[in-house]
C-alpha cells in the first residue's frame, strides 16, 4: 500500500474517532457508566482500556521516529505479525470477544467523565505522531509491544493495530448505547 494513503486512512479513522469521544462527552454520568451485564465494560471502561494502551504506546511511538534515521519509502508492506494483530483487532459482524491482559482491564474502576477529556488528548497526540510519521521510514521504525517487549512491530503496523484497536472499542461503546 502508498505510504501516503495509509497516513491519510489513519488520519481519517482517528478525526472519526475524535469526534465520536467528542460526542461521548456530551452523555451524562450514568449513560457512561451503563453495563449490558454485570462482567461487561461500561464506555468509560472502554476509553480507559483505551488509554492504558496510549499510556504503553504513544512514548514508544514517539522513540520510534525520534531514532528513525531512514528516509520514507513509498510503499508500506505490513509485516506478518504486524498485519496478523492489527487485522485481529477489527471487529466482526458480532463482536469477537477477546481476553485482556489484567493491567489492562478496568472493569469495576471507579472512573469519571476526566477519562474521555484524557483519551482526547491521547487521541490527539497519536493523530499528531501519525502526521509527524510521514519524515519517516515506517517499514524500518520499530515499536515494542506492550505484551512482549522483545518483539517489535513496524511502525506503521502499530499505528494500525491501534487504530483498529480503537474502532474495535468504538463499536463496543455503540452496542452500549443501543442497549441503554
Known amino acids: ?8 486512512s489513519l488520519t481519517k479513522a482517528s478525526d472519526l474517532i475524535l469526534d465520536q469521544a467528542a460526542f461521548l462527552n456530551t452523555l451524562d ?16 471502561e472502554c476509553l480507559q482500556h483505551l488509554n ?5 504506546y504513544l512514548p514508544e511511538i514517539r522513540q520510534a521516529i525520534e531514532n528513525n534515521r531512514t528516509q520514507p519509502e513509498a510503499t508500506f508492506k505490513p509485516g ?3 498485519n496478523y494483530f492489527a487485522e485481529s483487532m477489527l471487529p466482526k ?10 493491567n489492562k482491564n478496568p472493569l469495576n474502576s471507579n472512573l469519571d467523565k476526566s477519562v474521555i477529556d484524557q483519551f ?3 487521541q490527539e497526540i497519536f493523530s499528531g505522531l501519525v502526521q509527524s510519521s510521514a519524515s519517516v521510514n515506517l ?20 499505528f494500525r493495530f491501534i487504530t483498529n484497536h480503537n474502532i474495535r472499542h468504538f ?3 455503540d452496542n452500549i448505547l443501543k442497549a441503554q
Open 52 to 56: 492504558l494502551y496510549y499510556d504503553f
Open 80 to 82: 506478518i505479525l504486524g
Open 139 to 158: 517499514n524500518k521504525a520499530k515499536v515494542k509491544i506492550s505484551i512482549a517487549p522483545f518483539i517489535k512491530l513496524k511502525l506503521g503496523d502499530t
Open 1 to 8: 500500500m502508498q505510504t501516503s494513503t495509509l497516513i491519510q
Open 171 to 173: 463499536k463496543q461503546i
Open 29 to 44: 454520568i450514568e449513560s457512561l457508566t451503563s453495563r449490558t451485564s454485570p462482567y461487561s465494560w461500561n464506555i468509560l
Open 120 to 122: 482526547i488528548r491521547n
Open 93 to 102: 459482524d458480532k463482536l469477537n470477544k477477546m481476553k485482556t491482559f489484567k
